[in-house]
């Protein structure tokens, strides 16, 4: 007993008190982070908050009931919208992330002339505010006819400048001597894009793909703008909808438990892609 | 454990499915026949904003509340069996943009929508006046609307008021509403029924400490503290005599302006004695969560809705609470204030007129505004609103407020007015209530040198 309560004396011991408040620090940063999530969450199963949020906040519902969530999934298509936000988030990762790996690859090892010009005027695209070019692009798809449509979200996806910008730099990093290896071996160039450079990639695409995941999933603006059918909405405009009567009544927690099912996809795609993430924020610098 | 958490996570998504939207097999027309009024063909595009498509439940009372397409079907489709009416169905949020740029491209013919954004486009030539469609129709009367909104509004009349643009669909609702039992703790005789900025500050400031009887701290007064459109300055305006400014918004460069006045003057003074009053969130609409309920600690609140009060009478049969908060006419001379409304309007290009415009007189009509409040509480803006139930104290008073409306230069629909006006009064009242309340004089007459220069900049 009391080799024990010495081994434990010496491992307190052990532990400097800069790590202790470094541990404190971050308690209660977490803390702070995860309690309006679980303020959600409660609110989210408390049926008595359907009508008026309760406040201060409890840590518990005052009446415990799943009915908020059957009120959720009748009052809007709450699975529809999800499959739709599924399909158009798969569509433009799958063109964005083509298209910048194509783009960054011919601008990094094909060194053609005018290669800079060509980046500079495509990350010179990225200056422009959305709110600028919004109208006019919603008048461009409603003369093409493509309003409704959800090419109205994969055609522009082909111009994914910051993504290019970040293949570019990382094709920069892998040798151009595979390129002039393979090219002797006789090689096409879409041969040597595809089967030498693309599995050195995965993290790049990891990152590409998480970015574009979470942007084209709280994208809110531009698909209620292409869109007019509300069956072809996507989640964000299905839980916008629980906003009746010019934003004045609200429905707390009813709210709360459509947001809360809406999360699942990002947390299914966080835990598929987490090992991907801290990486992700360290090559682009963007933490979403 | 991820595996567990993925399945459990998939489970949810799936045991939560969609229930499918079938009919209600409910009457919607209160029992009236419908039968064919028309054999008129066309298509209209209608645009809303914010209205519910599908069946779904009312999380107020848990009944089931049916969706404008059964009631569409069940009525419209039957009187007018040849139009083909496509709903499109938007949320408030960034309404404006997507209505905006429909508008723009022709992919509507009517609109639902927020009576500031009506008046906008109105003025940039987006919309139809409709003068000759209400004249050409016997079968509407434009009297059954409250007067206040159809004819005294920026939301449906031209900024001239020569012109009908807009027919009120939906009422937005603006009253004071006291606490009797917080009066009656305090001691304090209730409101008159149309109380004075004078008498509200007064009995305010006698109910602001610790209650007598239960030792919490009261509040006496309340109101948004950051309004976007400034609801409390204009009732403010309206009760002093502070015009603000003459002309019309049909010409808004000579607009003359009256900002620095005595009268303005009295109503920053107000603001300023009063802002020592509610809690301390109120300058960003904080503060007043518990107001119309039980725990609530202030005496009096400007602008308010009763919406929390009648939520808890119809989830609860709370009476109690019903009887407690009072609602009294707003503080302008006849009991007016500000009165929002949504109006339904037509684009200027809008495809098929004859249709578009039986499409927007139904959706106005007393039936659908019977329609809309039994499902969606949403206020009436019609005289004989009898559907409207007993108990429903608040929009009786909305209404009589609304019908001695009338429009004045102080308004969202003038663009100085929202772009300086509300922001600076917003920034006034969040000093004062911090006890550092700039000179009025000085403050109003900055205003009124800033509000000149804007309108030499547009000549």
């Known amino acids: 007993m009391i080799q024990t309560a010495d081994s434990k004396a010496l491992r307190r011991k052990k532990i400097p008190v800069s790590q202790w408040i ?100 495509a990350l010179s695209t990225m200056m422009i505010p959305f709110e600028m070019t919004m109208i006019p692009q919603y008048l461009l798809f409603s003369k093409l006819g493509l309003l409704d449509n959800y090419l109205a979200f994969y055609l522009p996806a082909l111009n994914y400048a910051f993504g290019t910008f970040l293949a570019k730099a990382f094709f920069d990093q892998l040798p151009s001597s595979l390129r002039e290896a393979a090219i002797l071996d006789g090689a096409g160039e879409f041969t040597v894009f595809g089967r030498v450079y693309l599995p050195l990639c995965t993290p790049i695409i990891a990152t590409m793909i998480i970015l574009l995941f979470l942007g084209v999933w709280n994208e809110m603006l531009w698909p209620l703008l292409v869109l007019k059918n509300a069956a072809k909405y996507t989640i964000q405009i299905g839980l916008a909808m629980f906003t009746y009567n010019n934003g004045i009544n609200q429905q707390p927690s009813i709210i709360m438990a459509a947001t809360a099912v809406s999360l699942i996809p990002v947390v299914v795609v966080y835990m598929f892609l987490q090992r991907y993430i801290i990486e992700s924020i360290a090559l682009s610098g963007i933490k979403q | 454990m991820k595996k567990w958490l993925l399945l459990l996570l998939s489970c949810t998504l799936v045991f939560t499915l969609a229930a499918c939207s079938e009919g209600s097999g ?24 914010g209205w519910q498509l599908d069946n779904g439940i009312n999380a107020q009372t848990g009944n089931t509340t049916i969706g404008l397409t059964e009631y569409m079907d069940k009525t419209f489709k039957k009187m007018y069996p040849n139009i ?27 609109l639902y929508t927020g009576g500031a954004f009506a008046s906008q486009w109105y003025q940039d030539g987006l919309l139809r006046d409709l003068d000759d469609l209400i004249k050409e129709d016997t079968s509407f009367d434009p009297g059954i609307y409250l007067d206040g909104i159809m ?75 950051n309004s976007l459109n400034g609801s409390t300055f204009v009732a403010l305006t309206l009760a002093f005599g502070a015009k603000g400014a003459e002309g019309s918004l049909k010409d808004v460069k000579s607009i003359k302006w009256h900002l620095n006045t005595p009268e303005m003057v009295k109503v920053m003074e107000w ?14 609409a904080q503060g007043a969560e518990n107001f119309g309920l039980e725990k609530n600690n202030i005496a009096i609140a400007l ?9 808890e009478f119809i989830a609860n049969n709370n009476k109690d609470l019903l009887d407690r908060f009072e609602p009294v006419m707003n503080m302008g001379p006849k009991g007016e204030g500000w009165v929002a409304v949504d109006p339904f309007v037509m684009a200027k290009n809008a495809k098929d007129v004859k249709a578009s415009w039986e499409v927007l007189k139904f959706l106005t009509s007393p039936m659908t505004q019977k329609y809309t409040y039994e499902n969606f509480a949403m206020t009436p803006t019609i005289k004989q609103a009898d559907f409207v139930k007993p108990e429903d104290k608040y929009v009786k008073k909305a ?19 929202m772009s300086d006006i509300v922001p600076a009064v917003n920034g006034f009242i969040s000093k004062a209530a911090s006890g550092n309340a700039p000179d009025i004089q000085q403050f109003l007459d900055e205003l009124q040198d800033r509000a000149e220069k804007w309108s030499a900049n547009l000549k």
């Open chain 2, 151 to 225: 004819n005294n509004s920026y939301s449906t009349k031209s900024p001239d008021g020569s012109k009908q643009f807009g027919i009120p669909a939906v009422l937005g609702r603006r009253m004071t509403i006291y606490d009797k039992k917080l009066f009656s703790d305090w001691g304090v005789e209730g409101l008159t029924e149309k109380a004075t900025p004078e008498e509200i500050l007064e009995k305010a400031k006698k109910m602001t400490g610790k209650n007598p009887k239960t030792g919490e701290q009261n509040y006496g007064v309340y109101w948004s503290g």
């Open chain 2, 303 to 311: 602008d308010s809705t009763g919406g929390a009060t009648m939520n």
């Open chain 1, 22 to 121: 470094l541990a404190i620090v971050l308690f209660l940063g977490s803390f702070i982070m995860i309690v309006p999530f679980l303020w959600m969450l409660v609110t989210s199963f408390d049926w008595g908050a359907r009508l008026n949020i309760t406040f201060p906040p409890k840590i518990w519902p005052e009446e415990p009931s799943i009915r908020t969530y059957e009120v959720a999934f009748t009052n809007i298509k709450m699975f529809r919208y999800i499959i739709n936000s599924i399909i158009v988030s798969a569509g433009v990762i799958v063109v964005s992330s083509l298209s910048a790996l194509l783009s960054g690859y011919a601008l990094s090892k094909l060194r053609f002339k005018g290669a800079s010009l060509v980046l500079l005027l």
């Open chain 2, 271 to 284: 603001l300023k004695e009063a802002a020592k009053l509610p809690p301390a969130g109120f300058i960003t």
């Open chain 2, 26 to 49: 409910k009457d919607v027309t209160g029992g009236v026949e419908i039968k064919q009024v028309s054999d008129m063909k066309g298509t209209v595009r209608v645009a809303l904003a």
């Open chain 2, 399 to 417: 209404l009589d407020i609304a019908n001695v409306g009338h429009s004045e230069l102080m308004d969202e629909a003038n663009p100085f007015y």
């Open chain 2, 84 to 110: 083909k009416v496509e709903l499109y169905q938007i949320p408030w949020e960034n309404v404006k943009a997507k209505q905006t740029a429909m508008l723009m491209s022709g992919d509507a013919d009517v």
